[in-house]
């Protein structure tokens, strides 16, 4: 080529990912669950402090809605917490690791694949409990949100898609 560019399917080669993953907080109750939820716990408060109410001790029920208040916000604080997650993305020439909060707010680190680690921190009795991507003098942890199965998972394939990056493939 005179013009010194690389043809455009070698560009593509090398920005195109080879792995891809992307980490969300386990939430074990679905919407409509939490719905189902509330609406039982909204009852059984009701049907409890009733009879608190018709012998003059009304000040109970402000307790069980304190109670069902208190439920209520928990969970969607729990929820506003699920929007976080971790996107893992690798090409030939890049490993991006981005972290987006709750509230939206992104962090991105970007590590040369021929030079990064990973490393395991491993537990006899739990498993993987914490991983992470090592290059030169940084250190950033990864998929703290996963189970140590989970973790070792990830591990294992993204350890495989940074070797097969290493060898060229």
Not at 41 to 53: G, K, M, N, Q
Not at 65 to 74: C, N, P, Q, V
Not at 101 to 118: A, E, Y
Not at 142 to 148: F, G, K, T, W, Y
Request: glycine share 8%; proline share 7%; charged share 25%.
């Amino acid at each position: 080529m005179a013009s010194g560019k690389a043809p455009y399917g070698e560009i593509d080669r090398f920005e195109r990912p080879v792995f891809s993953a992307v980490i969300r907080p386990h939430r074990s109750l679905s919407p409509q669950g939490f719905r189902t939820l509330m609406v039982l716990v909204c009852l059984t408060s009701i049907v409890a402090s009733l009879p608190f109410v018709i012998m003059g001790f009304w000040p109970v029920a402000g307790f069980f809605g304190l109670d069902f208040l208190g439920l209520y916000i928990a969970f969607r604080v729990s929820y506003r917490q699920g929007q976080a997650f971790e996107l893992l993305e690798l090409t030939p020439i890049r490993l991006l690791f981005r972290k987006v909060s709750p509230r939206g707010d992104v962090k991105d680190w970007q590590f040369n694949p021929l030079w990064t680690r990973i490393d395991r921190e491993i537990d006899d009795e739990y498993g993987l409990q914490h991983l992470s991507l090592r290059f030169r003098n940084e250190h950033v942890e990864i998929a703290r949100d996963l189970s140590p199965p989970e973790r070792e998972t990830l591990a294992d394939a993204l350890g495989r898609a940074l070797a097969d990056v290493k060898r060229g493939h």
